[in-house]
């Protein structure tokens, strides 16, 4: 690397610029994420919810989109669903979850436009070391969650909810809750590595930018 940028790498403009798109980045992924039907869609058949449920897939589609509406900034105030009884504790649990979803939403409106255009600025000033940083910083975070869950996903998804909630809502009674039994764990498994995936194409993104840069700099300065 040349010695110009590798000091760059580590001024504190770009470490703050980066760290904030790194933000924006993981934002726009779990938005995305919640918002992209089609992997629970394809997890009816590949985790065989019907059979595991014991509920059509018309009735499975139904009560999952009235949950997703539910957690859209322009969704319904109250969770309903059209086959299914909640309990008190249910409910409660996913007003909670409701809550953590639109803070996401709403930081998003905010973090990646400013993602977008500190992106399209740096790509202006042709700053390489920028696009070296944000290459790495997420990458850092895709391996550190990713290695995790590899190892002991049971282990992630009970801290994950221990940290982001203080009670035991989230241990559902499917007797009083039957929309558990249409949310298998696999799929928030399976929701995990999209974000993670997604999050890994913008680091790799930023990589490919890194060096286009880099090269228009070499060349520049034959």
């Known amino acids: 690397m040349n010695p110009q940028i590798r000091r760059s790498v580590f001024s504190w403009k ?3 610029a980066a760290f904030l798109c790194t933000l924006g980045i993981f934002s726009m992924a779990i938005v995305f994420t919640l918002h992209f039907r089609p992997l629970y869609y394809f997890d009816i058949d590949h985790l065989d919810i019907p059979a595991t449920s014991g509920y059509s897939e018309e009735v499975i589609r139904r009560n ?3 949950l997703i509406d539910y957690n859209s900034i322009s969704g319904p105030s109250r969770l309903t669903f059209s086959d299914f009884i909640m309990s008190e504790k249910g409910e409660i649990h996913f007003e909670e979850v409701k809550r953590i979803f639109l803070n996401i939403e ?3 409106f905010v973090l990646v436009p400013l993602t977008l255009l500190l992106t399209a600025w740096q790509i202006r000033k042709k700053n390489a070391p920028f696009f070296a940083v944000l290459s790495a910083f997420p990458t850092f975070l895709v391996v550190i969650v990713g290695s995790l869950v590899a190892l002991n996903w ?3 998804f009970v801290l994950f909810h221990k940290i982001l ?4 809502y989230w241990i559902f009674d499917p007797a ?5 039994t249409i949310l298998p764990d696999a799929y928030f498994l399976h929701a ?9 194409a913008a680091s790799l993104f930023s990589l490919l930018l890194f060096r286009l840069l880099r090269r228009k700099i070499s060349n520049s300065a034959k």
Do not use: G, K, M
């Not at 909630?165 to 035991?168: K, V, Y």
């Not at 009083?176 to 558990?180: A, L, M, T």
């Not at 995990?192 to 890994?200: D, E, H, S, T």
């Open 14 to 16: 770009n470490l703050v």
């Open 64 to 66: 999952y989109d009235e």
């Open 106 to 108: 709403y930081a998003s």
């Open 154 to 156: 049971d282990f992630c």
């Open 165 to 168: 909630f203080r009670n035991d």
């Open 176 to 180: 009083c809750d039957p929309v558990i």
């Open 192 to 200: 995990a590595a999209l974000i993670l995936l997604c999050v890994l």
